[in-house]
Nanobody
Framework: QVQLVESGGALVQPGGSLRLSCAAS????????MRWYRQAPGKERELVAT????????NYVDSVLGRFTISRGNAKNTVYLQMNSLKPGDTAVYYC?????????WGQGTQVTVSS
């Protein structure tokens, strides 16, 4: 079946790092534009990072630029979000989304909490 599974979320102190993973089954991620979103309670879903199907182009929301890195691991059919210098404002459920034409596949989300 078509499935995306996020993992790697945790409780981390400000300034810490996490790496989120988005593993696909039932389809090949290399043909999709991949995005990471996040959503905190009471807030709108926010696009955090995007990587092209080829992996040669990335985009980030200004608030994470220089701290987060989206990347592909095609051999493992996985997309990653490396998060460094984490701030309390990064606290949210993080979702992975795969998109090709009108198709969009979403994972279940993984919780990231940044707190002392």
């Amino acid at each position: 079946q078509v499935q995306l599974v996020e993992s790697g979320g945790a409780l981390v102190q400000p300034g810490g790092s996490l790496r989120l993973s988005c593993a696909a089954s039932g389809f090949t991620l290399s043909t999709y534009v991949m995005r990471w979103y996040r959503q905190a309670p009471g807030k709108e879903r926010e696009l955090v990072a995007t990587i092209s199907s080829t992996g040669d182009s990335t985009n980030y929301v200004d608030s994470v630029l220089g701290r987060f890195t989206i990347s592909r691991g095609n051999a493992k059919n996985t997309v990653y979000l490396q998060m460094n210098s984490l701030k309390p404002g990064d606290t949210a459920v993080y979702y992975c989304c795969a998109q090709r034409n009108f198709f969009s596949f979403w994972g279940q989300g993984t919780q990231v909490t940044v707190s002392s």
